[in-house]
């Protein structure tokens, strides 16, 4: 009986079944914590990119034990693969990028599966506690680590020099931190210029409600946000 337990975990299947078992486990680990958050990219992205990087390792060792492949050369090929899945749960919003974490995790979950895949089992699982550890404090490091966002405008006014107090007041209340004000003619018209801002802040803002006050002061036309 002893014998034939041992057959049956040193066969090739047993192998093959605990990597994809294990996988399952540790990406479905790091997908959960993603689908917590309502991450582009969650449970089932994670664990059938982790299944894909073991199912490539396997599939490299097939080659190489039959036709004396490259082993190296399909994982290869994954890597790049996961640069285009991770890019589309990259978005720009205003002047933020959300999902590179997400795209980032992605990424890690697929070397995950070729280590898996590989029989480093003990780094791979150590690996995973240390990705989950990162996505999951790491917010909280960071939170007390002072961060700015950047915020440009440009402003086109009849009256610039008589508006720019009512605007820096209005900066101000929302928190918006001036690090440049220019001034300059349009190519248009002489009557007319463009107050460039160049600003910074830290808490949320509402632009809308910045750029609908802005258009509210008289003699200004027209209001950018620049990217």
């Known amino acids: ?13 047993f192998t093959i079944i605990l990597k994809l078992v294990l996988i ?26 982790g299944m894909s990087g073991v199912l490539t390792m396997i599939c490299g060792e097939y080659l190489f ?8 050369r399909i994982p290869a090929q994954l890597l790049s693969g ?6 589309g749960t990259i978005l720009r919003d205003g002047f933020n990028v959300k999902g590179l974490t997400t795209a980032a995790s992605l990424l890690v979950v697929a070397c995950l599966g ?9 780094g791979s699982i150590i690996a995973t506690i240390v990705v989950y550890l990162v996505l999951t404090y790491s917010k909280y490091i960071s939170d007390k680590v002072e961060h700015y966002n950047n915020f440009s405008l440009n402003i086109l006014s009849k009256h610039p020099k008589e508006i720019i107090e009512e605007i820096q007041d209005l900066l101000d209340k929302s928190k918006i931190e001036i690090k440049d004000i220019t001034f300059e003619k349009t190519e248009k018209s002489n009557q007319e210029s463009v107050i460039k801002i160049v600003g910074q802040y830290r808490d949320e803002i509402n632009k809308n409600k910045i750029m609908s006050s802005l258009m509210a002061m008289q003699g200004v036309s027209k209001v950018l946000e620049i990217e």
């Open 114 to 122: 070729l280590c898996v895949g590989a029989g480093l089992y003990v």
């Open 24 to 49: 399952f486990i540790l990406s479905g680990f790091i997908g959960l914590e993603r689908a917590a958050l309502s991450k582009p990219a969650g449970f089932r992205t994670h664990v059938l990119v």
């Open 1 to 13: 009986m002893n014998e034939v337990l041992l057959n049956i975990i040193q066969s090739d299947s």
């Open 65 to 72: 034990e039959t036709k004396g492949s490259d082993m190296t």
């Open 82 to 87: 996961i640069g285009f899945l991770g890019a």
